[in-house]
């Protein structure tokens, strides 16, 4: 296994690779329930889809998505990323997928979170971060409002999911906010 470049209490962060793709990864796509709130289910993956995604990535400078382990048992349980990095205007979205349903709820996300958001202010020099939720997604809106992000607005009807056009509502920060 690549070295964690990341390690705090039980958690742990690497960049995504195919290592990645061994363990469980490929089986969270078809997750009805880890995809309740997104649009990744409408996107079908095989093995070979995710291992040419993970090849996209590599030289992608817009991107960096890091896997997220349970330390304890060393497992694979979600990812982080940032994506759409704009260097010039120093700011990134940050998105995340968090396939092990048993670790939903145990700070993971947080401890995890906090690693990306100082990367992305101290390693990248980014100034601004951003993310969006469905409206419905209680969890995800409470995560962005633990880590210090500030309600933006809302996107109407953005999101057709579950049968439904859904609001997003958008969250960012400002480096400066960063706690």
């Known amino acids: 296994m690549t070295a964690f470049i990341y ?26 329930e880890v995809h309740l709130y997104n649009s990744h289910w409408a996107r079908p993956q095989t093995s070979a889809d995710v291992q040419l995604y993970i090849d996209s990535i590599k030289n992608d400078k817009t991107k960096l998505i890091f896997a997220v382990y349970a330390l304890k048992h060393t497992v694979h349980i979600g990812n982080i990323s940032l994506q759409n990095i704009d260097h ?35 390693h990248l020099n980014l100034n ?36 439904e056009f859904r609001d997003v509502l958008e969250f960012g920060q400002l480096k400066d906010e960063f706690i």
């Open 7 to 32: 390690k705090q209490d039980d958690v742990a962060l690497k960049i995504l690779s195919e290592i990645e793709l061994e363990g469980r990864y490929l089986d969270w796509f078809s997750d009805s």
């Open 88 to 122: 010039f205007n120093q700011s990134a979205e940050m998105a995340f997928m968090f396939g092990e349903r048993a670790y939903w709820g145990k700070g993971y996300a947080f401890i995890a979170s906090q690693f990306v958001m100082r990367h992305a202010y101290q």
């Open 128 to 163: 601004r971060l951003y993310l969006g939720c469905l409206d419905n997604n209680a969890a995800m809106e409470k995560l962005a409002l633990k880590l210090g992000f500030k309600p933006e607005g809302i996107r109407r009807h953005a999101l057709f999911n579950n049968g």
